[in-house]
């Protein structure tokens, strides 16, 4: 095991940048999750840290070692493909033992090793299947299996989850996190789906468009978005985002909405009277009552069960604002309701920039 | 009515079928006829399916009194080298193509196309040209040289589209697990490419097999002939020795014969996996 230092790593191939100077530090034995859309670079800078890509400029060191140059067999880490890559004219145990076997590792060794790992994984009944014979879960796990079978330095991941259907993603989901908390080696870990990137990482590493836009905790990163881009991404249902004018004058800090519609804010924010400014909230913090005073009228357009609770898309001031409250029947589609943001809960942005500002 | 309908569209297709294995099969059994019908029937009987009798004098002859088993060992040694040899080069230019982008490859693509364009009727006597200095006209290496050379660029670009088949991840993991890129080349990648590359032998062997023209205008000697211009020998000045040269020709079918008989598992599998790809 060991700690990964990344330092204004940058990718180009020919004139089009990928990756524009990422710099990150995982501790020894850490789950980090690099989150963000499809096409952001995050597979990019996974295959620069194990050897696939040239690194174009900055540093990777592995355990203090700078890396930049060795090749990928050198590095010591290992890594779980999104389409799992078995090698189809070995067995299970082939595949898992392959690493080994060209370290010339001891027959008993090796041995040893794949059926603790088989036994880990419940792999043990599958031995000598070839991968064409296994279900979609099974693959998986002997793309695990391959991994743990050495102790390398640092796991990689490169959205191992993609491939499985919901259920047993969240199953595996669930796997992997023991896995981590049984091995405690150092993991990062590649997804664009933020449910996973909340519920295995210890760190949260957000990025967008090649760029970080924050590195967080999960909950960090949920209840406090350092951008309009970690809001929106982050949190299912999506953050309501309200574009408005920011009013500082008299001493009573607010955001107008247009239509007449004025929210109160808490405390000042770091910026200007008169400023573009962009108002989130989350759809669970959204109150949703009957005409009380001091709120928004709204009018109920579409109610969506989801059993775990219920998702309101209310009409106000222009604009669809989504309530999300595990009650249910709460309202239904025609009726005036009102509408209120608790200003504790109400993230701030920067319309232009997009940066968090109060 | 349905199901009529496609009883006899299926009947139809396995008609047609048949009647194109016919048409393909008949000069091969009319060869056989021919080297089974001893000489005093041949031009006797009229056109008749099989001779009212069946001889293998002219097998014993051929075999045991003639240059053909010379012949015979001179194509096989030809054709298998080539064929060895074309596979190997083959399959290291076609995974550098497939996997490596490197400066000049559109430059070497377009050359190798470029070799496939020209009628090799043109190309006989430049090459006789510049083999002669070197003493490879009537010799067999000089023969390996120009079949390798003339099928490296074909075969080339056959076993890129086997590699473009296999996916990269394959490699990538195999390095990551501790190979080298040679040996997950040789490990990894070539286990999963045997199909591709039976199907380049089969087909590198059989046109080296078969040649004619530059076998006949590189070597002029017996002792460096191969069984295609070995067969000419019988034609002579006065006559053709249809029984015997058809003979020679059975003989000459048996190791193409066998050859794909045992490659042949791979080879649909290799064919078709290419047809797909490529
Ligand atoms: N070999 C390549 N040549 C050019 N562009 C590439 C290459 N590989 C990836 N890219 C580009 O780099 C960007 C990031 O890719 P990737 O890291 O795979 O994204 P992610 O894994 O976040 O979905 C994409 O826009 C992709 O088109
Ligand atoms: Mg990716």
């Known amino acids: 095991m060991a700690s990964i230092d990344i330092k204004d790593v940058r990718k180009a191939y020919g004139s089009v940048k990928i990756l524009h100077g990422v710099d990150l530090t995982i501790q020894d034995g850490e789950f980090v999750v690099l989150v963000g859309p499809s096409g952001c670079g995050k597979s990019t800078l996974l295959r620069m840290i194990a050897g696939l890509e040239d690194i174009s400029a900055g540093e990777i060191k592995i355990g203090g070692k700078r890396v930049n140059e060795l090749d990928p067999k050198d590095r010591d880490i290992a890594m779980v493909f999104q389409s799992y890559a078995l090698y189809p004219h070995m067995t299970v145990a082939g595949n898992m033992s392959y690493s080994l076997r060209l370290r010339k590792t001891a027959k008993e060794k090796i041995a040893s090793a794949i059926s603790g790992a088989a036994e880990k994984l419940s792999l043990t009944p599958l031995m ?19 991994a743990i079978v ?28 023991k896995l981590h908390q049984d091995l405690g080696a150092t993991s990062i870990y590649v997804t664009h789906d933020q449910i996973e990137a909340m519920t295995l990482a210890d760190r949260i590493v957000a990025m967008n468009a090649g760029i970080v836009q924050q590195v967080g905790s999960p909950l960090d990163l949920y209840d406090r978005p350092a951008n309009l881009f970690v809001a929106g991404f982050m949190g299912s249902p999506a953050m ?45 913090h959204v109150v949703v009552g009957k005409n009380e005073p001091e709120s928004i009228p709204a009018q109920i357009d579409l109610v969506e069960p989801t059993g775990f609770g219920t998702i309101l898309h209310a009409n106000a001031f222009g604009s669809d ?26 993230h701030l942005f920067d319309t232009t920039t997009g940066s968090r500002i109060g | 009515m349905r199901s009529n309908k496609r009883i006899v569209a299926t009947i139809a297709h396995r008609a047609a079928i048949l009647c194109y294995v016919a048409f393909a099969l008949f000069p091969l059994f009319w060869v056989l006829k ?24 002219h097998f014993d002859f051929v075999i045991r009194h003639s240059d053909f088993p010379l012949f015979f060992r001179n194509s096989m040694i030809v054709s ?4 060895v040899i074309v596979t190997i080069l083959s399959s290291l230019g076609g995974y550098a193509m497939s996997r490596f982008s490197f400066r000049g490859k559109f430059w070497i693509v377009g050359l190798m196309l470029l070799t496939q364009m020209f009628p090799l009727v043109m190309l006989i006597a430049p090459i006789f040209k510049i083999l002669s200095p070197l003493g490879l006209t009537n010799s067999l290496s000089g023969l390996v040289l120009v079949y390798v050379a003339f099928n490296v660029p074909f075969a080339t670009f056959l076993m890129q589209s086997f590699f473009d088949g296999i996916p990269k991840d394959l490699e990538e993991a195999a390095m990551i697990d501790g190979a080298t890129r040679f040996m997950a080349f040789r490990q990894i990648i070539l286990p999963l490419t045997l ?38 020998s019988f034609v002579s000045k006065f006559s053709v020795d249809f029984g015997q040269m058809m003979a020679a020709g059975v003989l000459a079918l048996i190791p193409a014969c066998l050859f794909f008989f045992f490659i042949q598992r791979y080879l649909v599998q290799g064919l078709t996996a290419g047809a797909v790809k490529g």
Request: charged fraction near 20%.
């Open chain 1, 240 to 284: 309501n985002m309200f574009e408005g004018t920011y009013r500082a004058t008299d001493g009573a800090p607010r955001v107008e909405l247009g239509q007449g519609v004025t929210v109160a804010l808490a405390g000042p924010a770091s910026t200007a009277d008169g400023a573009r400014v962009t108002l989130g909230i989350r759809p669970e």
């Open chain 2, 34 to 57: 021919i080297s089974v019908t001893p000489n005093d029937l041949l031009y006797s009987e009229g056109v008749r399916l099989w001779p009212s009798r069946a001889v293998f004098d």
């Open chain 2, 80 to 83: 298998l080298s080539t064929a």
């Open chain 2, 195 to 232: 199909p591709g590359m039976a199907a380049t032998l089969g087909f590198v062997f059989t046109a080296a097999w078969s040649e004619l023209l530059f076998a006949l205008m590189l070597i002029s000697g017996v002792d460096a002939s191969t069984f295609p211009v070995g067969l000419l």
């Open chain 1, 128 to 146: 000598e299947r070839r991968p064409k014979a296994l279900s979609g879960g099974q693959r998986q796990r002997v793309a695990m299996g391959r």
């Open chain 1, 150 to 177: 050495r102790s390398p330095k640092a796991f990689l991941f490169d959205e191992p989850l993609s491939n499985l259907d919901a259920r047993l993603r969240e199953h595996m989901r669930g796997e992997i996190k």
């Open chain 1, 321 to 346: 604002v989504k309530a999300f409250s595990l009650e249910r029947g709460l309202a239904a589609r025609g009726d005036t309701v009102s509408v209120s943001f608790p200003v504790e809960r109400i």
